[in-house]
Nanobody
Framework: QVQLVESGGGSVQAGGSLRLSCAAS????????MGWFRQAPGKEREGVAA???????TYADSVKGRFTISQDNAKNTLYLQMNSLKPEDTALYYC?????????????????????WGQGTQVTVSS
């Protein structure tokens, strides 16, 4: 059974940093494509960052240069380092996984391309 458990969320002031973690069980990360997504109240879920099994990464324009996605295969854990946080980054953050099957690179940040989801961790950024 696949389980993804996020942690590391919290409340910070604008300009601050947080590091989210996603511990995976039931899958081996290096055989999956992984992503971070977020959903703010009243808005659709959106892709934030994704990483392929060979380590290629892609980011939403809104977080480029501020967020970094990475994974530790030995720990089977996905990370999202978030720096220079802004109030508009406030959302529930989810990690997600999809099998390492063919996908257009531009589709890596589409939520509907992922099969497995965690429960989310809340990030709140105050101004």
């Amino acid at each position: 059974q696949v389980q993804l458990v996020e942690s590391g969320g919290g409340s910070v002031q604008a300009g601050g940093s947080l590091r989210l973690s996603c511990a995976a069980s039931g899958i081996t990360l290096n055989r999956y494509y992984m992503g971070w997504f977020r959903q703010a109240p009243g808005k659709e879920r959106e892709g934030v960052a994704a990483i392929t099994s060979d380590g290629s990464t892609t980011y939403a324009d809104s977080v480029k240069g501020r967020f970094t996605i990475s994974q530790d295969n030995a720990k089977n854990t996905l990370y999202l380092q978030m720096n220079s946080l802004k109030p508009e980054d406030t959302a529930l953050y989810y990690c997600a996984a999809r099998p390492r099957l063919y996908i257009l690179y531009v589709d890596l940040l589409r939520p509907d391309q992922y099969n497995y989801w965690g429960q989310g961790t809340q990030v709140t950024v105050s101004s």
